[in-house]
């Protein structure tokens, strides 16, 4: 159907819908059982029967498999039947974690998803756009991505970058008229907006004509979207590190095999072995692990309200130095409430906090009715008008539908008894010029019922008085003089040192010209005054900024506000040290990043600054070697967050752009959120480097003590099965736990990782190797100690080493909960290591006491006096050290 051929009406009457009303919850959910969701085809997945297939495509588990269907042939039945199910098991494991892995990434994806503001049953709801249905009526605004195939109906200088589509880089302008123009291209559609396009300035509304693969996005079929494969740096370093290893793993493998022969051991006995050890100490799950331990990290911070958008975020999360923050609704509540009016010589104070339209207003501190005011009337009365916020009420709470300074401005008119509908009766909206970054103001053209037109304008105040040449001054007009600025630079200064956000409210009457655009409009304007309004700080950032600053991270305040409040709330948060400076926005155009780059340490408050100036701060930082997060909401923010090394955006005021250019959604749009996601990324790093500690250590000690024992000319200490369970047993569980550890006491009192730092910094390559040097020594040395006492009985020598190995690496893991010593934690403070640990040492005995599975794994029942030697050895590679240093710290 040509929908760019009809108009806006007879849309609405083909697809059944309402302009007023939107679609019921049941007719939508109707249509999406019919057509489906509003989503583009994406690549096939793997089949999960695949995906466990290639946990056996490893070449070692190949070999092992060969040699086990060898011992099969040879008649070894209950051996080869043994390994092949723990090879199988070890299979299964591996993939319930990838499985795990990729339905966390998925459940990031859905989250991070595009959401569209829908009318449905005539309340405008935010849905994710892949529940639009065509019939659907959406509105939208500068910064937003449409979701699905539009026919515009309503349009304020609205303009799209569709360069997806049609590949002109240029925005577009929009209307709402049908067009009639045979053989018209996209780029000729301009009543139509596209699924993927960018709104880039004004506003609209329009109803959903496509979804889908039928959109004209969907039918380009070099654009369907594919899931993209995330993986951070830690991932690539521990993937090239893992090659290292197996071929250290494989030599040391060979040795042991070559050395046990040329002491006599069997060829085939030490093939298996050998084979079984290479499986068993090759950290071939590394990744994996790593994977899953950053996937259930990430589902940890969305409970506290972040969503991370780049896996890699995580990571460089630990490393941040600087955050630079909005101070409008992250530092501060975003809860506006006008509290002082200035306008012609006169202030005013308005009582009454939050969306409550109950309030007085009082001149020198006497009750006043802005009825009998006519300049006071006016300033409440223009702030209406420029003005798209709408209050709503649901389930018997009042709703703000749009920015909270427009909602501010609502309430304090109706105040004084002003309605809506009241103005409609008297005036109409002509057009509107929403407001922008650049401009730093919003614009109306409204006319009253005997035709005469007047352009009303608020905004910045400086902005203002700079395209005002008028000022109403005791309810005239008179020239601006230096005087009047004078006077209302003092009432801007009085009202931000008192920490309240101002804005200036102009006017104009249109006489014998036609306005033509907005340049027309927003000049010559007659000044009417000021209305300050106060956002106080969330009270828990006072807490997150020093939490911070113990952690050695900079926080750095970046508003569009005048000088003297951004200093006051600084002040107020204990976010500007004695020596802190205040930078305002004209400063910094003046000076080039290489001259930032000298003063920028100093800076805490940047003020008066637009978006624009962010990116030049962000490089400003990044020049002087610090790791910087950098928060944003708008377009024009975007390059500043995609620049930043943690680009973070906000969930409830961000546009789609700013999101898409970030690494981190702040759900909440809290500064404390921030916080608590940065000791949230350094806690999942800790947590990967506790459990790399432990795999290795204990893959050390595993070839250690078969390495020594080949050397010594002893027999095998461990036979290829037991081998195969200590690694089955030993690596999944407690290593997974390791991954759930909670962050230790001081981990925000550490200053931020540098972001070079390599896998084994901070001495954890020498306690990999000390720790798995000793777990190998007591291994062997129980070992040898029963079997010297008996060698007729090999049999339980083995099980005492195969005991021994398995609590030694048990007991090592509650060492590797801490970056010092085994004291410094509480052993119960993990109970999910508990539970892992208690399950491996119930597998452990199953194999050594019940009957059926003893000649399975070629074990005898321990006799009780021996556990104290197994307890007591294998206590020794962790208390043994553990005590060093203790005496150390002590001294």
Known sequence: MKWHEMGSQDVINALNTSHETGLTEKEAQNRQAQIGFNELKEAEKTPAILIFLAQFKDFMVLVLLGATLISGFL???????????????????GFIQERKAEKSLQALKELSAPQVTCLREGEWVRIPSKELVPGDYIKFTSGDRIGADLRLVETKSLEMEESALTGESLPVQKTSDKINKDGAGLGDLVNMAFMGTLVTRGSGTGIVVATGMKTAMGRIADLLQSAETMITPLQRRLEQLGKILIIVALLLTVLVVTVGVWHGQELYNMFLAGVSLAVAAIPEGLPAIVTVALSLGVQRMIKQHSIVRKLPAVETLGCASVICSDKTGTLTQNKMTVTDIWAGGKAWKVSGTGFDIRGEFSLKEKAVSPRNDKTLQQILTFGMFCNTAEFTEKDGETRLDGDPTEG??????MKAGLTRDSLRNSFTVVEEFPFDSTRKMMSVIIEDKAGKRFVVTKGAPDVLMNISKQVLWEERQEQLTSSHEKRIYEAIENMASKALRTIAVAFKPIVNHKIQNQQDAEKDLVFVGLQGMIDPPRPEVKQAIKECRDAGIKTVMITGDHVATAKAIAKQLNLLPANGKVMDGKKLSAMSVEELETVVDDIYVFARVSPEHKLKIVKAFQKKGHIVAMTGDGVNDAPAIKAADIGISMGITGTDVAKEASALVLVDDNFATIKSAIKEGRNIYENIRKFIRYLLASNVGEILVMLFAMLLGLPLPLIPIQILWVNLVTDGLPAMALGLDQPEGDLMSRKPRHPKEGVFARSLGWKVISRG??????????????????????AYAQTIAFATLVMAQLIHVFDCRSERSIFDRNPFGNIYLIGAVLSSIFLMLIVIYYPPLQPVFKTIAIEPRDWMLILGMASLPTFLLAGSLLTRKRS
């Open 75 to 93: 008649g070894e039945y209950i051996d080869a039947v043994a390994i092949v199910a723990i090879i199988l098991l070890n299979g299964i494991m």
């Open 408 to 413: 501010a401005l609502l309430v304090a008119a």
């Open 773 to 794: 040097f000793l777990i190998g020594s007591v291994t062997l040395a129980a070992f040898m100690f029963i079997y010297y006492k008996n060698p007729e009985n090999l």
